[in-house]
T-cell receptor, first 111, second 115 residues
């Protein structure tokens, strides 16, 4: 039984570009949450998707957007990348009230 | 607003000894859940243990137990019989009860187990 799968594992982008990160949830999970983890910090909640709708959002600008597909997989899009967007981006899947199962993350470097 | 505080940036423990990782929290929500996650150097967050705010007993999962003191707003993780594989970052987190609630994480504690 596959856990949470994230792609790509590493990514280097130039400031001002746009990036799309992908997440496939664990089998049986229908809720996907995204987190940003800067070096040496704890994960910061970006947003959560359930039934293809954004249900909760953290304190992130509109440059951060997402989507959930009918098969529960999800994408995180970041526009107009800043150097400060460099971080590990974690996806977690769950049932709506359960603890999250995390993927290994996508490490984004903005240069 | 919710806040999680982990005051120990780093901890050392001898193999086979027990260790306590501290976590205090602040919230105005009447009902909430507390979590601990382990993050090895690979980056994946591994769920360890959960405590509901209205649970009467402290949670236990194998070598992990959660020392929950609601009045003091603390939720310390106790790892018994430490193993070399326990070396990792440990994060305390909380979430209000009910669906679609965001999870707030602390800044983590780096645990190193010494042979």
């Amino acid at each position: 039984d596959a856990g949470v799968t994230q792609s790509p594992t590493h990514l280097i982008k130039t400031r001002g570009q746009q990036v799309t990160l992908r997440c496939s949830p664990k089998s049986g999970h229908d809720t996907v949450s995204w987190y940003q983890q800067a070096l040496g910090q704890g994960p910061q909640f970006i947003f959560q998707y359930y039934e293809e709708e954004e249900r909760q959002r953290g304190n992130f600008p509109d440059r951060f957007s997402g989507h959930q597909f009918p098969n529960y997989s999800s994408e995180l899009n970041v526009n107009a990348l800043l150097l400060g967007d460099s971080a590990l981006y974690l996806c977690a899947s769950s049932l709506p009230t359960g603890p999250g199962t995390f993927g290994s993350g996508t490490r984004l470097t903005v240069v | 607003a919710q806040k999680i505080t982990q005051t120990q940036p780093g901890m050392f423990v001898q193999e086979k000894e027990a260790v306590t990782l501290d976590c205090t929290y602040d919230t105005s929500d009447p009902s909430y859940g507390l979590f601990w996650y382990k993050q090895p150097s690979s980056g994946e967050m591994i769920f360890l243990i959960y405590q509901g705010s209205y649970d009467q007993q402290n949670a236990t999962e194998g070598r992990y137990s959660l020392n929950f003191q609601k009045a003091r707003k603390s939720a310390n993780l106790v790892i018994s019989a430490s193993q070399l594989g326990d070396s990792a970052m440990y994060f305390c987190a909380m979430r209000p009860s009910g669906g679609y609630q965001k999870v707030t994480f602390g800044t983590g504690t780096k645990l190193q187990v010494i042979p």
